[in-house]
């Protein structure tokens, strides 16, 4: 399997995700979101608004859009999960479209990421590599916040073995895709 396959299989994985652990979150009240939780950002508001910023600064980069520090710096964050969930829903979906865009030679293709102070290049693959795990470490936090809450925390692991289809069958219909677009024809 090559590295751009996997990176697509990735970028669906978190989509499908970042759906289900809103979809679970829907009956939390605004202060339930807001509330202060034990974490690295201490409520369910920070460390989903923290996922949010850092997508859309990456993404800025993939994109090559010259203003990346600039959006970084201008996030505004939602202050409800139902204000959230459709931007972090653009932002998978943006994704998802730039991978799907890419070939072996995108992968090795060397992007600027403008932190301000520096500019480092990374290979492209190596950023979204990074990306997903930033995704996944942030959302385990989420998950184990809801663990203080009403709300059970889902299953979030389903989505990168071909076996587990029948895990995902309802998400994969809410979302319109087939499993082709998972894994490939």
């Not at 499908?16 to 679970?24: D, E, S, T, V």
Request: hydrophobic content about 45%.
């Amino acid at each position: 399997m090559r590295a751009v396959d996997l990176l697509r299989t990735a970028a669906r994985a978190n989509r499908l995700a970042n759906r289900r652990l809103h979809a679970a979150m829907a009956p939390l009240s605004d202060a339930d979101f807001q509330a202060p939780r034990t974490s690295f950002f201490p409520s369910l508001a920070g460390t989903l608004n923290h996922i949010l910023a850092v997508d859309a600064f990456y993404l800025a980069a993939l994109h090559r859009e010259r203003d990346m520090e600039a959006q970084w710096r201008a996030f505004v964050p939602a202050n409800t999960l139902a204000e959230l969930a459709p931007r972090q829903a653009d932002s998978d979906q943006r994704l998802i479209r730039f991978v799907d865009a890419l070939d072996d030679a995108g992968c090795e293709a060397e992007i600027v990421l403008d932190r301000g102070s520096s500019k480092p290049r990374e290979r492209v693959a190596h950023v979204l590599t990074h990306l997903a795990m930033h995704q996944t470490h942030h959302r385990g936090q989420v998950h184990a916040m809801l663990s203080g809450t009403a709300v059970k925390p889902p299953q979030l692991d389903e989505f990168l073995m071909p076996s587990d289809a029948h895990l995902r069958e309802a998400d994969m219909h809410a979302l319109g895709w087939a499993e082709r677009e998972l894994f490939g024809a």
